[in-house]
């Protein structure tokens, strides 16, 4: 974890909200991978204002995102999954994520629980629902493609069993450059076999040890980042043939910095109360170039992280070919 301190900058009360509230990734000039785990909740601040007080983040994008989603999923069935041992940790995903939301934001969402039976109150959608836990059939879609309908974030269900972490079930309809449906029985290992360096650093290995060591109720947080190319979320292995090819054509487009986006995700790491299986959230934020440039201390710091990234990180992300003229924009400004 880095001790960085973060100065917020005196002119940064007239940025956006979606800049100041942006997760800004970059503590330094440069990015190795790392474990990077911190707890959860914390409010991190920034150059531009700051992120992370809530679990479940809610923000302008909210009602156009669901929507997005519920089309995602319509097309291709593949991107929800339970086997069916996991049905009790859906259920606990649910409970625990609504009540967090009811605390959280009191003005728009209520959430109260008499032994299984659970109201709840979403002023954002309109919407007041009664359901069982424990009782799939008490929720038109099921309890995981209704979760999927209230919070931004992909949700993933690992168990835990012969000391391992097995991805089981899940809903994720904004992966970054992988495949849910291909990915699901896998173990945590099996997972990351594609990402580089991280045998050797053992990172993967020392991160899953962490992970089956959380204790019920334990929640932490990491980022991840990558680059994206419009406003789009679904950039899963399923629709590469949409999306693909935007790559070698963006670093010659004149209007690559308003088109070209910082990906980050803000990935959340909870034990689950009841069942004791691990959740996984992914919620992705992105921020076109255009806006990061505002902020000077970001412009400078991610125009080196590009600059100075090793090529095989960059070309596991993606970013290989546009990577330079990102930079070289950057840092001419
Ligand atoms: C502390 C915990 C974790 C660490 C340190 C970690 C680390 C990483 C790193 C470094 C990458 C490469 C990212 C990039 O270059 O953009 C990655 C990718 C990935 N991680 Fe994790 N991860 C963690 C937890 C998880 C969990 C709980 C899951 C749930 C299944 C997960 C699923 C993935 C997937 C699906 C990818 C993409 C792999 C691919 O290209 O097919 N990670 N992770």
């Known amino acids: 974890m880095s001790t960085t301190i973060i100065e917020t900058d005196p002119d940064a009360a007239l940025l956006p909200e979606r800049i100041r509230r942006f997760p800004f990734p970059f503590a330094t000039d440069t990015y190795r991978y790392s474990a990077n785990v911190e707890p959860a909740t914390k409010t991190a601040p920034t150059e531009a ?102 919070i931004q974030d992909d949700i993933i269900l690992l168990d835990v069993r012969e000391d391992t972490l097995w991805l089981d079930a899940g809903l994720v309809t904004f992966a970054a450059d992988w495949s849910f449906g291909f990915d699901v029985g896998m173990n945590f290992l099996e997972i990351h076999h594609p990402v580089p360096r991280v045998k050797e650093e053992r990172i993967i290995s020392r991160a899953e040890q962490f992970l089956l060591r959380l204790q019920p109720g334990e929640q932490f947080r990491r980022t991840n980042w990558t680059m994206t190319i419009g406003r789009r979320m679904d950039t899963s292995t399923e629709t590469y ?29 909870i034990r689950l109360p ?55 924009w950057l840092l001419a400004r």
């Open 49 to 150: 204002g700051s992120w992370g007080a809530h679990l479940v983040d809610i923000d302008e994008h909210y009602l156009d995102e669901l929507a997005e989603r519920a089309k995602v999923l319509n097309r291709d069935p593949s991107r929800v999954n339970v086997l069916p041992h996991m049905r009790p940790a859906v259920w606990d995903a649910l409970t625990t994520l609504l009540s967090s939301m009811a605390d959280d934001y009191p003005d728009t969402m209520f959430f109260h629980r008499e032994g299984n039976v659970c109201q709840w109150k979403n002023g954002l959608q309109n919407l007041e629902v009664e359901f069982t836990v424990g009782d799939d059939s008490s929720l038109p879609e099921g309890p995981l493609r209704f979760l999927g309908s209230q």
């Open 274 to 328: 009841h069942s004791g299986a691990l959740l996984f959230l992914v919620r992705t934020h992105l921020l076109p170039l255009a806006d990061i440039a505002r902020v000077p201390a970001w412009r400078e710091k991610m125009g080196n992280v590009l600059a100075e990234l090793p090529d095989d990180m960059a070309e596991y992300k993606g970013i290989i070919r546009y990577r330079k003229a990102a930079s070289d």
């Open 241 to 269: 043939p949409e999306w693909g090819r935007d790559r070698s054509t963006i670093a010659e487009d004149p209007a690559m910095p308003e088109k070209l986006h910082l990906r980050v995700e803000v990935q959340h790491l």
